[in-house]
């Protein structure tokens, strides 16, 4: 065999081991076996607490009126901002921080991980939590990635950079075109639990247009939800201690 040919033939093999490798964290998407193995990573925390969290942002449009809406309930969350809009509305960054809440990354495009390779992939996270972290005066140490889709290059990126994966254990489907602040509650709600992880979303930035709306109309209900059950509502800071 000559050299060409084994190289070839080794590369038929190495590199579908290679995309298996980089891709076999996905099954972390899948919510009930993300819950039963890998609970951290899901956001389970104490049973008495509900961490509230909010993806895609700032938006200059509607993240005011979410920040409005917790101040008067005396609420605080954490936001995963993404690096492409955070860099467009610095001071609303600022503002995110300077009232309390928590700051995250989310990355810098809202763009699947899995088409992603290592060095793209720390790249592009490092330049996200380098930016909030100059915004902010604070280093960032939570990341989510978009559509929830981690994989190898992203473990290992977020363990270099210091930042822990977080997903969610319910979400209110508030991206959606027929979502309504009733179908956001209802969906919020049927699997809230002690410990959980709520999603919601404050920009519609990659979602059907005006679809933070449905979010923010059914805020308040989930929170009263909450209460109801006994569960105070908090970021993800205060979710582990």
Same mark, same amino acid.
Request: contains cysteine.
């Given at each position: 065999?000559?050299?060409?040919?084994?190289?070839?033939?080794?590369? =038929? @093999?190495?590199?579908? *081991? /290679?995309?298996?490798?980089?891709? $076999?964290?996905?099954?972390?998407?899948?919510? %009930? +076996?993300?819950?039963?193995?890998?609970?951290?990573?899901?956001?389970?925390?104490?049973?008495?607490?509900?961490?509230?969290?909010?993806?895609?942002?700032?938006?200059?449009?509607?993240?005011?009126?979410?920040?409005?809406?917790?101040?008067?309930?005396?609420?605080?969350?954490?936001?995963?901002?993404?690096?492409?809009?955070?860099?467009?509305?610095?001071? =609303? @960054?600022?503002?995110? *921080? /300077?009232?309390?809440?928590?700051? $995250?990354?989310?990355?810098?495009?809202?763009? %699947? +991980?899995?088409?992603?390779?290592?060095?793209?992939?720390?790249?592009?996270?490092?330049?996200?939590?380098?930016?909030?972290?100059?915004?902010?005066?604070?280093?960032?140490?939570?990341?989510?990635?978009?559509?929830?889709?981690?994989?190898?290059?992203?473990?290992?990126?977020?363990?270099?950079?210091?930042?822990?994966?977080?997903?969610?254990?319910?979400?209110?489907?508030?991206?959606? *075109?027929?979502?309504?602040?009733?179908?956001?509650?209802?969906?919020?709600?049927?699997?809230?639990?002690?410990?959980?992880?709520?999603?919601?979303?404050?920009?519609?930035?990659?979602?059907?247009?005006?679809?933070?709306?449905?979010?923010?109309?059914?805020?308040?209900?989930?929170?009263?939800?909450?209460?109801?059950?006994?569960?105070?509502?908090?970021?993800?800071?205060?979710?582990?201690?």
């Amino acid at each position: 065999m000559t050299a060409a040919r084994l190289l070839r033939a080794t590369a =038929l @093999v190495a590199l579908p *081991a /290679l995309a298996a490798a980089h891709a $076999a964290p996905v099954v972390s998407t899948f919510g %009930p +076996l993300r819950s039963r193995v890998m609970p951290r990573l899901s956001g389970q925390g104490r049973s008495d607490h509900v961490a509230l969290t909010f993806d895609d942002g700032p938006d200059p449009l509607s993240t005011p009126f979410f920040l409005r809406l917790l101040a008067a309930r005396r609420v605080h969350a954490t936001f995963f901002l993404l690096g492409t809009e955070a860099r467009r509305s610095p001071g =609303l @960054v600022r503002d995110i *921080a /300077l009232t309390g809440h928590e700051v $995250a990354i989310h990355g810098w495009h809202h763009r %699947p +991980l899995l088409l992603r390779g290592p060095r793209a992939t720390y790249d592009e996270l490092a330049r996200t939590r380098d930016l909030v972290a100059g915004l902010t005066g604070r280093q960032p140490r939570l990341f989510r990635p978009p559509y929830g889709v981690m994989t190898t290059a992203a473990h290992l990126a977020a363990r270099r950079l210091g930042l822990t994966p977080v997903l969610w254990t319910c979400w209110g489907e508030d991206w959606r *075109a027929r979502a309504t602040p009733r179908s956001v509650h209802r969906t919020v709600t049927a699997d809230l639990r002690g410990g959980g992880t709520i999603l919601l979303h404050d920009s519609d930035c990659t979602s059907a247009p005006g679809a933070w709306r449905s979010a923010l109309g059914a805020l308040p209900r989930i929170l009263d939800t909450c209460q109801e059950r006994g569960l105070r509502v908090g970021p993800l800071r205060d979710h582990w201690t």
